[in-house]
T-cell receptor, first 113, second 111 residues
Framework: DQQVKQNSPSLSVQEGRISILNCDYTNSMFDYFLWYKKYPAEGPTFLISISSIKDKNEDGRFTVFLNKSAKHLSLHIVPSQPGDSAVYFCAAESTKRDDKIIFGKGTRLHILP | NAGVTQTPKFQVLKTGQSMTLQCAQDMNHNSMYWYRQDPGMGLRLIYYSASEGTTDKGEVPNGYNVSRLNKREFSLRLESAAPSQTSVYFC??????????FGQGTRLTVV
């Protein structure tokens, strides 16, 4: 049973526009959420995170929004750049229970010129 | 600072052979993880270690064993490799309530 779901396997966005990647989770014990970016033949790299006590966190072009009642989070990238083309993974953990980080299946983002 | 180092980077095994994937981190992190990445399946947690001497099963532990040798090292062992274990394996480490740092991965093929 998938605890972290990314229902869009891929997404194409024009360069300069906004990219919105979505993620849903089922485990209400999750209280810390992360986004990772992965290029081919490399390990995932951390992008941005959000604690469940917040509903928004911003870092430059990247903003993560958390809607706890809907168990939904999203990553906004504005403006989208060619280097943003990668696979994006949503992840979650329950820091009160343990430190296991559970990942979704990923969304492949293509930035079109 | 090397971060998280995995060895080997590539490996081909025959069905039934055994091998150990090595992972070491130099960030003094308590938590360490092993994940596998398969097409369309994302990153799935195999085993997790919250601290030296402790290990816990993740989502897909069958066919694997782990050892947390010390705070730096966390190894993953395949006792009898199967074609279903063909995958890219990633080791990661983190400090509590912080992001995990990943190694470059080990591409394993079982024939």
């Amino acid at each position: 049973d998938q605890q972290v779901k990314q229902n869009s396997p891929s997404l194409s966005v024009q360069e300069g526009r906004i990219s919105i990647l979505n993620c849903d989770y089922t485990n209400s014990m999750f209280d810390y959420f992360l986004w990772y970016k992965k290029y081919p033949a490399e390990g995932p790299t951390f992008l941005i995170s959000i604690s469940s006590i917040k509903d928004k966190n911003e870092d430059g072009r990247f903003t993560v929004f958390l809607n706890k009642s809907a168990k939904h989070l999203s990553l906004h990238i504005v403006p989208s750049q060619p280097g943003d083309s990668a696979v994006y993974f949503c992840a979650a953990e329950s820091t009160k229970r343990d430190d296991k980080i559970i990942f979704g299946k990923g969304t492949r983002l293509h930035i079109l010129p | 600072n090397a971060g998280v180092t995995q060895t080997p980077k590539f490996q081909v095994l025959k069905t039934g052979q055994s091998m150990t994937l090595q992972c070491a981190q130099d960030m003094n992190h308590n938590s360490m993880y092993w994940y596998r990445q398969d097409p369309g399946m994302g990153l799935r947690l195999i085993y997790y270690s919250a601290s030296e001497g402790t290990t816990d099963k993740g989502e897909v532990p069958n066919g694997y064993n782990v050892s947390r040798l010390n705070k730096r090292e966390f190894s993953l062992r395949l006792e009898s490799a199967a074609p279903s274990q063909t995958s890219v394996y990633f080791c990661a480490s983190s400090e509590f309530r912080n992001e995990a740092f990943f190694g470059q991965g080990t591409r394993l093929t079982v024939v």
